[in-house]
């Protein structure tokens, strides 16, 4: 069994650049969510999607797109790059219908904006 | 609004001492909290659910929704029990998560 995998593991950015992080699943899962971890934070809750469609969206503005293809990868984009947005981004994948609330989670994309 | 609060950023005790990590939350529906833990050079990964009652690697929690706590236990502490645990709370059963900040346990030898 595969787990969640993420790309790049770390990179560095300069303010008004965009970014794109990318997460594969844990196999046999159907669902993603990427979450923004400061430092010294607990994991905030981005956007969830299942079945390819957003699916809940937290308090971030809308230059934090996603997207989740058919084999339920997916892939984080981030315009025009704030100073605050450097964070550690995590995503997690998990089966919708288990109603077990699991999520699997990656190790993260570290991203500094200079 | 829909809060996790953990209050203690570090909690450090010694091998075989109790240990009590504090959550409370915030929410107008009904809860599904969880821990998650996270060792030393590991992922973020799920230690127990308030609805399976359960006890994995000695630790407990009891949802007490009078207080809207969650607080994670455990009476004997082990060193390898070092690691960052974060309290979570499930929106609507959506599988999306509000995290506290976190509590740092060191378990001194």
């Known amino acids: 069994e595969t787990g969640v995998t993420q790309s790049p593991t770390h990179l560095i950015k300069t303010r008004g650049q965009q970014v794109t992080l990318r997460c594969s699943s844990q196999s046999g899962h159907n669902t993603v969510s990427w979450y923004q971890q400061a430092l010294g934070q607990g994991p905030q809750f981005i956007f969830q999607y299942y079945r390819e469609e957003e699916n809940g969206r937290g308090n971030f503005p809308p230059r934090f797109s996603g997207l989740q293809f058919p084999n339920y990868s997916s892939e984080l984009n981030v315009n025009a790059l704030e100073l605050n947005d450097s964070a550690l981004y995590l995503c997690?994948?998990?089966?919708?219908?288990?109603?077990?609330?699991?999520?699997?989670f990656g190790e993260g994309s570290r991203l500094t904006v200079l | 609004a829909q809060r996790v609060t953990q209050p203690e950023k570090l909690l450090s005790v010694f091998k075989g001492a109790p240990v009590e990590l504090k959550c409370n939350y915030s929410?107008?529906?009904?809860?599904?909290l969880f821990w998650y833990v996270q060792y030393s050079r590991q992922r973020l990964q799920l230690l127990l659910r308030?609805?399976s009652r359960e006890s994995i690697k000695g630790f407990t929690a009891d949802l007490n929704k009078g207080e809207t706590s969650f607080h994670l236990k455990k009476p004997f502490a082990q060193e390898e029990d070092s690691a960052m645990y974060y309290c979570?709370?499930?929106?609507?059963?959506?599988?999306?998560?509000?995290f506290g900040s976190g509590t740092r346990l060191l378990v001194r030898p």
């Open positions: 997690a994948s998990s089966f919708m219908g288990l109603n077990t609330g699991e999520l699997f």
């Open positions: 308030h609805i």
């Open positions: 979570a709370l499930e929106m609507d059963s959506s599988y999306k998560l509000i």
């Open positions: 929410y107008s529906g009904s809860p599904e």
